[in-house]
């Protein structure tokens, strides 16, 4: 079973910059694939940022040149680095990871472990 503990979400101004933190324990298998899905009012989850095995990221259009998606296995924390945030981006976050490797990275049904979600707002 695989546990995921999301922080850094938070209220900033449209162009600044937000760090959102994952946590998942250490008995995380280390082939797990892990991902960024979010949700705003009344729209459906979206799939962010996803990150395989060997590092190679996956990024939405909306996204791509604004946020990263680094993982620090030695922290068992995985990140979402958000630069250069928009009104559009306000959503809940969710971090996810799926056991095997999704062949849409960015499909929320791929994932089967889920985080309870950290708020972003951006004004």
């Known amino acids: 079973h695989v546990q995921l503990v999301e922080s850094g979400g938070g209220s900033v101004q449209a162009g600044g910059s937000l760090r959102l933190s994952c946590a998942f324990d250490?008995?995380?298998?280390?082939?797990?694939?892990m991902a960024w899905f979010r949700q705003a009012p009344g729209k459906e989850r979206e799939g962010v940022a996803a990150?395989?095995?060997?590092?190679?990221?996956t990024y939405t259009y909306a996204v791509q040149g604004r946020f990263t998606i680094p993982k620090d296995s030695a922290k068992n924390t995985l990140y979402l680095q958000m630069n250069s945030l928009k009104p559009e981006d306000t959503a809940m976050y969710y971090c996810a990871a799926a056991a095997w490797a999704p062949r849409q990275p960015l499909n929320q049904y791929a994932y089967g472990y889920w985080g309870q979600g950290t708020q972003v707002t951006v004004s």
């Open positions: 990150i395989d095995n060997a590092g190679s990221a």
């Open positions: 250490a008995y995380t298998p280390a082939n797990v694939r």
